[in-house]
Structures are given as C-alpha cells and as structure tokens.
C-alpha cells in the first residue's frame, strides 16, 4: 500500500483524530528553498489520501508572518538588516509592489506552491493574532507561566529560565520591533515588558518600558508555545513536521506536554518527515545553500516537480542533486515508469505514485507513448532532426494531443537542463581543443580524411550514418577506434549521439577543417 493511503487509514482507524483538520505552517523569512516544500507536500498528499477515503477533510497552510526577523541571506542583508526585530509583516517589502516583507515572501512561496497542485487554504498568523483568536491561548498560558516552564525543564532537560519569565513577546510601542522585548509581569489585564538592548545578538532594543494589552495583535507566544496554541486555535487535528523537531526532548515533544497540561487539547497524528538533500546536506534559507522553492518550476513541469516529493516515502530521505548529473532525466524516467504502471495497473505502489502527483483532475488509463526526456535532449541538440516526425516514426503511429503536448513540454525543460544543469557529456558542442593534440594512429586519420570526402556528398543524416558504418567496414578499422577518433575530434569527448545528425549540426567548413588534417599536422 502506497505511504500515503497507509497513513489515511490509520488515522481513520484510530478513530482519535476527528474532524481531519491537516495543517501545515512556513515563516515567511527569505526565499523558501526547494527543501521546504517537502513538509506542505507531504501534508497535501496525505489530504488527498484522504479526501479519496471519502473523508470531508480540511486543509489550511499558516504563514507564521508574526515571527520577528532574527537572519538574513546574504542576498537581503544591504536592503533589510535594518529591520531586524521587526515583525515580519511590518518590515518594508526588499522589492517594490509589495505590503511588507513577509506579504513579499508569502506570496512568492504560494505562488510555488499553486503550481504544484497544492490544495490548503492559506492563512496569516499575523491576522489571527490581530483578529483576537490567540486572546484565550494567551490568557491561558500567561496564567500557566510557571508550569511552562517546568515542562521545558522536564522535556527537554533546559536550565530553568529567570524568576518571572512569561512566554509572550510584544511590539514595542516606541521602536517597533518584536525579537527584543522582554515580558516580565502580568497582572491579568496587562504585561509589563522592556526593549532590551542586548537581549539578542542579532537586534538591539531601545529600552523603552511600557505597560501593554498582551491581546488582540499586540504580542505573540514564543514559537514552542504558539505551536500547540495554533492547533487549539484553528482545530488542528494532523500536523507532522520536519524529524529534527520530533527528537527526544525536542519542540514536538514540548507541544504535546502543552496540548495535555496547558491547553487540554488532544495531541495531532504527527508525520516526522524525513529531510530533502542536495549533496548531503539539509537545505537552508538563511544560510544560501540549496537551489530556491521557485527554481523549481523552471526546473521540471508541475506533475514532475510534484512527483519528485510524492514518489518518496516520508520517513525517507530525498537526495536529490541537479546541477551536472543525470538527476532529472533519471526522475524523468521513474516517472515514466509510474506512469505507465497507471495505464497498465501492473504496480499498485507505483501507479498510485503517479496518481497523487498530478495538478489537475486524472489522466484516462489508455495506452500513451511517452518519449524518453534524455532522447529528447539528445535529438534537440541535432539538425535536421523533426522530433514530432521522429517520435511518431518511433512509435508507429500517428501522436495523440496528449503525447504531442508531452513532447512539447519535455523539450521545453530539455532546453533548461542542457543550458544549467546537464553533464558536459550531454552537452554536444564543437571542441575547442587543437587537433593537433589528439593522439590518433595513421588508420584512424584515414578514417576521418575519407569521411570527410563522404560528409560533403550527404544531404540525409540518415544515410550519411549508413554510410560512415560502411566505411569503417571498408577501412578494415575497429568500428570503436573509428568513432572514438571521430567523437573525440569533434567533441573532445569518447562518445556522443548519433554521427550522422552530429556532423550536420555543425558549419561545413569548421567540420572539414577537423577531420583532414593530416596527422603530421
């Protein structure tokens, strides 16, 4: 059974976790890189799950936009290192067009998200606080400080914070800036609090001391503590996140004390996911490393991109490395298989893969050609070469709109993979390596002077292929040392696609030039 329909029907079985309320959250705090789009996927792939169980099910998407500004990228350090401190929804957008800098990065992150198919509604933290449904929670853990604390202590083994501490930050009424206040009395209507100067190494309060209404937008829980408050909140019912923070001890192991001895509200099914690669190594926003959430879509078509989270279990980890390795033509190719596992139901697993990956409503299981991406990359880069014509020829057939379309659209990313992100070997351009320093025996240069004579007489790449077979069988020559001296003469490479259409995809003159001259130079 697929990962996700054994995870709908545990939860249903259950019988804890009613009414299926999925949720998911993002700060909104740079460009969300590619990695972060594994927990909101996870989270709408178990939705769909469910959804197919004929379940009514919710799903909602929260931007925790109330969340100081505490790192930036390299990227947004000249433009916004102001603002740090700030809410993010009420520092200045690092582009214009834009309400602030967390409505900036939110919407970029949901623009990624739409394309993928994603189906939640998207909701602000910011809004809620400011719409007064935190007022309770807060109360509550306002009143409960003492006992948050201990839970912390006991949890996750923390050293007891400073006699009076309260969990709740507030937006100084004087500077503006939410990550340097400290909160350190309540006396049930409102919170004593101080812009500290040095409270944080990466802002500075102004020291101004005010007393203020912890409600209604005013202040905000710390993130260990807002966490189960959410869920209280909204109704909250299936929540996972990334496995660092289901750790022992760790901020999930916090919430559910909180759920139980703060908030009374029943623990969510968690889903510890597994962490996405590139390299080795988890990606990270504030730190640069990791292609963006929005390559993604200039990357691989929507079903694609979607698959490439949806095919992985959840409990394991995505490697996943573009830059200079066969990584997409190999996702490609699963995705092929999945596919057509689909059309002929041959591997429920599989087919269901496919299934829960696509954007739009569900493709009829019929017959379909599906071109390989790596052939189309090859032939694109050659001359002479109609694809629709040669695809159709392949298949033996005329082509449906549907795999008309599919060429279309994988020749679109073919042109992005060879130009960013393919091998050097799947990069057909003419060597710019002197001949003169190619190692060739006096057969081999016979070879490649004959050819040449052959080349400038053929018109039809087709026939000029059957006709470089029939001179290295006239030539006598091994038929591997014959196309290694032609490959490497031409490409600086020890192989390629097919001769015939190679030769024709280069100047006359610049061709004739490298196959005669003579090896004496």
């Known amino acids: 059974m697929f990962w996700a329909d054994k995870i709908a029907k545990e939860i249903v079985s259950s019988g804890k976790h009613k009414p299926y309320w999925v949720d998911d959250m993002f700060t909104p705090s740079g460009y969300a890189h590619i990695g972060s789009l594994r927990g909101p996927l996870v989270h709408d792939v178990v939705y769909r799950a469910l959804h197919d169980e004929k379940k009514h099910v919710t799903s909602t998407f929260v931007f925790n936009d109330f969340d100081p500004i505490d790192g930036l990228p390299p990227e947004l350090v000249e433009k916004s290192a102001p603002y740090l401190g700030f809410p993010l929804r009420t520092a200045p957008s690092p582009e214009p067009g834009y309400s602030s800098f967390a409505d900036y990065f939110t919407k970029d992150f949901q623009k990624v998200l739409g394309s993928l198919g994603f189906g939640a509604t998207f909701l602000s933290s910011w809004d809620m606080y400011h719409e007064g449904k935190f007022n309770e929670v807060i109360r509550i853990a306002l009143d409960h400080a003492e006992v948050?604390?201990?839970?912390?202590?006991?949890?996750?083994?923390?050293?007891?914070?400073?006699?009076?501490?309260?969990?709740?930050?507030?937006?100084?009424?004087?500077?503006?800036?939410?990550?340097?206040?400290?909160?350190?009395?309540?006396?049930?209507?409102?919170?004593?609090?101080?812009?500290?100067?040095?409270?944080?190494?990466?802002?500075?309060?102004?020291?101004?001391?005010?007393?203020?209404?912890?409600?209604?937008?005013?202040?905000?829980?710390?993130?260990?503590?807002?966490?189960?408050?959410?869920?209280?909140?909204?109704?909250?019912?299936?929540?996972?996140?990334?496995?660092?923070?289901?750790?022992?001890?760790?901020?999930?192991?916090?919430?559910?004390?909180?759920?139980?001895?703060?908030?009374?509200?029943p623990d969510p099914y968690n889903m510890p996911y597994e962490f996405f690669l590139i390299g080795g190594k988890k990606m990270s926003s504030s730190k640069g490393l990791g292609l963006k959430a929005r390559d993604l879509t200039n990357l691989l078509p929507p079903s694609v991109g979607r698959f490439l989270f949806t095919r992985t279990d959840f409990r394991q980890a995505i490697e996943f490395d573009p830059v200079g390795t066969m990584a997409i033509p190999d996702l490609f190719d699963e995705y092929d298989r999945c596919w057509q596992a689909y059309i002929d139901g041959s591997d429920e697993n599989l087919s269901r893969a496919f299934e829960l990956s696509q954007i739009g409503k569900a493709l009829e299981k019929k017959s379909t050609f599906l071109p390989r991406f790596r052939d189309i990359a090859n032939l694109a880069q050659l001359?002479?070469?109609?694809?629709?014509?040669?695809?159709?020829?392949?298949?033996?057939?005329?082509?449906?709109?549907?795999?008309?379309?599919?060429?279309?659209?994988?020749?679109?990313?073919?042109?992005?993979?060879?130009?960013?992100?393919?091998?050097?070997?799947?990069?057909?351009?003419?060597?710019?390596?002197?001949?003169?320093?190619?190692?060739?025996?006096?057969?081999?240069?016979?070879f490649l002077n004959d050819l040449a004579s052959i080349w400038q007489q053929a018109e039809d790449p087709e026939k000029l292929q059957s006709e470089i077979f029939q001179l290295v069988k006239n030539k006598n020559i091994n038929l591997k040392d014959a196309f290694k001296a032609l490959y490497g003469t031409i490409l600086d490479k020890p192989h390629g696609p097919r001769a015939g259409w190679l030769l024709k995809k280069f100047p006359k003159e610049v061709v004739i030039e490298r196959l005669t001259l003579n090896k004496n130079g």
């Open 148 to 265: 948050i604390q201990d839970i912390y202590q006991r949890v996750s083994g923390s050293k007891k914070r400073e006699k009076g501490w309260l969990p709740l930050q507030v937006i100084c009424e004087k500077c503006g800036k939410l990550g340097t206040t400290r909160v350190h009395d309540w006396d049930g209507k409102t919170v004593a609090y101080t812009c500290e100067s040095s409270m944080v190494t990466w802002a500075a309060g102004c020291a101004h001391s005010a007393r203020v209404s912890p409600f209604d937008g005013n202040g905000k829980l710390p993130w260990k503590v807002d966490w189960p408050a959410h869920w209280k909140v909204m109704g909250v019912t299936i929540e996972g996140a990334g496995k660092d923070h289901s750790s022992a001890g760790g901020s999930r192991d916090i919430a559910r004390a909180l759920c139980d001895e703060i908030f009374d509200y």
């Open 383 to 446: 001359p002479n070469v109609e694809l629709w014509t040669k695809f159709r020829d392949m298949k033996g057939a005329e082509l449906t709109n549907l795999e008309n379309e599919i060429i279309k659209e994988r020749l679109t990313y073919a042109f992005v993979w060879l130009s960013k992100y393919a091998p050097d070997d799947y990069r057909y351009q003419i060597s710019v390596k002197s001949v003169k320093e190619i190692n060739l025996t006096d057969s081999q240069w016979d």
